[in-house]
């Protein structure tokens, strides 16, 4: 099994910054992407951002690229994701997830381990 625990969540203005962080624990396996979620209220879960971790390739849904930069760091077995210039309709709940197999990187439904969310609110 693998535990994920993500934390940086909050209340900023538009135009502000804000870090999520996502610690993974437990199983580990040789090639997996984590990726980052959000849902906001009465929406489905939609793809923000994922990286290969052995690699570092990176992927970005179109509505945060040139925004959100998602890294990784090996030694604390953690993903971040930094978001600038955040705008009222990123307003949801953040969730880190690891794809453990084979899949696409932004369909929910290949990710095999979630986080229990944070929340981000951006106000105008």
């Known amino acids: 099994q693998v535990q994920l625990v993500e934390s940086g969540g909050g209340l900023v203005q538009a135009g502000g910054s804000l870090r999520l962080s996502c610690a993974a624990s437990?199983?580990?396996?040789?090639?997996?992407?984590m990726g980052w979620f959000r849902q906001a209220p009465g929406k489905e879960r939609e793809f923000v951002a994922a990286?290969?971790?052995?690699?570092?390739?990176?992927y970005y849904a179109d509505s945060v690229k040139g925004r959100f930069t998602i890294s990784r760091d090996y030694a604390k077995n953690t993903v971040y994701l930094q978001m600038n210039s955040l705008k009222p309709e990123d307003t949801a709940v953040y969730y880190c997830?690891?794809?453990?197999?084979?899949?696409?990187?932004?369909?929910?439904?290949?990710?095999?381990?979630w986080g229990q969310g944070t929340q981000v609110t951006v106000s105008s």
């Open positions: 437990g199983r580990t396996f040789s090639r997996y992407v």
């Open positions: 990286i290969n971790w052995a690699v570092g390739n990176t």
């Open positions: 997830a690891v794809r453990a197999y084979s899949g696409s990187y932004y369909r929910p439904m290949d990710y095999d381990y």
